[in-house]
């Protein structure tokens, strides 16, 4: 995993989902941004960046790449994915929202195979705070330090950066995983990577109902993680059975527990981990203080 200012940076697609203003704020964060992708626009310029028609090109023209954000519509995310896996780009962040479960289960029997990590789909991407950032995430929320954050969520990862920063708790890693039904990286290798970091002395971990992701981080923390852990659970005050649009599509299933994907039941694997549960996100500063003493 390269997520050093040094490493190059390519943007497949210029659609809704990325701005000149998200451009410029990775630009101005000292984010190494090469050139754009965007098939028939070949030699032009967009939001100053120069586009190419294929990433083969733009890996002749500049070399190894070491991330790609995707921005393309969800229908052709696949196909860009695939794209930058055939050119030996090994970290994809998807920003696009709503990719096909078929796609996605594809691409990431891909991915596996070419060792690649993929953050996403429906995710604002990651910040190192004063180093780089990838992706969407205002940076102004941020300060360097030492508390990481792995959120399902995407604006909610900002709020409690932002509680953070207020309470004078800087952050080391903040990664959005993405809330669509079937996403990349998970919990557990994020909780695992923030475990090994060495600029990471605690983790904020953010949930929100659908699927069975955070009961999974639960049992895997009590299992497995040395350093303190912090969790959010968005949604508590749902109505029972209603789900979050990205998130609710697999937690339907004939023969599982009434309670499978609320937030009832994250709360209480959370609860059984022992793991320090906000009731808010401006909680989650005087509860990551306390784990820390």
Same mark, same amino acid.
């Given at each position: 995993?390269?997520?050093?200012?040094?490493?190059?940076?390519?943007?497949?697609?210029?659609?809704?989902?990325?701005?000149?203003?998200?451009?410029?704020?990775?630009? +101005?964060?000292?984010?190494?941004? !090469?050139?754009?992708?965007?098939?028939?626009?070949?030699?032009?310029? =967009?939001?100053? =960046?120069? #586009?190419?028609?294929?990433?083969?090109?733009?890996i002749?023209?500049?070399?190894?790449?070491?991330?790609?954000?995707?921005?393309?519509?969800?229908?052709?995310? /696949?196909?860009? +994915?695939?794209?930058?896996?055939?050119?030996?780009?090994?970290?994809?962040?998807?920003?696009?929202?709503? #990719?096909?479960?078929?796609?996605?289960?594809?691409?990431?029997?891909?991915?596996e195979?070419?060792e690649?990590?993929?953050?996403?789909?429906?995710?604002?991407?990651?910040? !190192? $705070?004063?180093?780089?950032?990838?992706?969407?995430?205002?940076?102004?929320?941020?300060t360097?330090?030492?508390?990481?954050? !792995?959120?399902?969520?995407?604006?909610?990862?900002?709020?409690?950066?932002?509680?953070?920063?207020?309470?004078?708790?800087?952050?080391?890693?903040?990664?959005?995983?993405?809330?669509? +039904?079937?996403?990349?990286?998970?919990? /557990?290798?994020?909780?695992?990577? /923030?475990?090994?970091?060495?600029?990471?002395?605690?983790? !904020?971990?953010v949930?929100?109902?659908?699927?069975?992701?955070?009961?999974?981080?639960?049992?895997?923390? +009590?299992?497995?993680?040395?350093? $303190?852990?912090?969790?959010y659970?968005?949604?508590?005050?749902? $109505?029972?059975?209603?789900?979050?649009?990205?998130?609710?599509?697999?937690?339907?299933?004939?023969?599982?527990?009434?309670?499978?994907?609320?937030?009832?039941?994250?709360?209480?694997?959370?609860?059984?981990?022992?793991?320090?549960?906000?009731?808010?996100?401006?909680?989650?500063?005087? =509860?990551?203080?306390?784990? =820390?003493?």
């Amino acid at each position: 995993m390269n997520l050093m200012p040094d490493s190059k940076v390519l943007i497949q697609g210029f659609s809704e989902f990325i701005s000149a203003t998200h451009i410029a704020q990775m630009k +101005a964060y000292g984010t190494n941004l !090469v050139a754009g992708v965007n098939p028939g626009y070949g030699g032009q310029q =967009l939001y100053n =960046l120069l #586009v190419f028609d294929l990433v083969e090109e733009v890996i002749e023209e500049f070399g190894e790449i070491d991330t790609t954000i995707i921005c393309v519509h969800p229908y052709q995310v /696949l196909d860009a +994915a695939l794209e930058a896996i055939a050119s030996d780009i090994r970290q994809l962040i998807i920003i696009s929202p709503g #990719v096909p479960p078929l796609d996605m289960v594809e691409l990431l029997r891909k991915a596996e195979a070419k060792e690649t990590l993929v953050v996403g789909p429906n995710s604002p991407g990651i910040i !190192v $705070p004063g180093k780089i950032l990838l992706g969407t995430q205002p940076s102004e929320f941020y300060t360097p330090g030492s508390v990481g954050i !792995v959120s399902r969520s995407s604006t909610l990862i900002y709020e409690v950066a932002w509680e953070l920063t207020k309470a004078d708790f800087g952050q080391s890693i903040s990664v959005s995983i993405g809330s669509d +039904a079937i996403v990349g990286s998970s919990f /557990l290798q994020w909780l695992q990577i /923030l475990d090994e970091d060495e600029n990471t002395e605690a983790i !904020v971990v953010v949930g929100q109902p659908g699927g069975g992701s955070e009961e999974v981080a639960a049992q895997y923390i +009590a299992e497995a993680i040395d350093k $303190p852990v912090i969790a959010y659970i968005a949604g508590t005050q749902a $109505p029972a059975g209603k789900h979050w649009r990205q998130t609710g599509t697999l937690a339907a299933v004939i023969g599982r527990d009434p309670d499978f994907g609320t937030a009832k039941s994250k709360l209480a694997a959370f609860k059984q981990a022992h793991v320090p549960v906000a009731e808010r996100p401006s909680q989650i500063p005087e =509860l990551v203080k306390k784990a =820390l003493k």
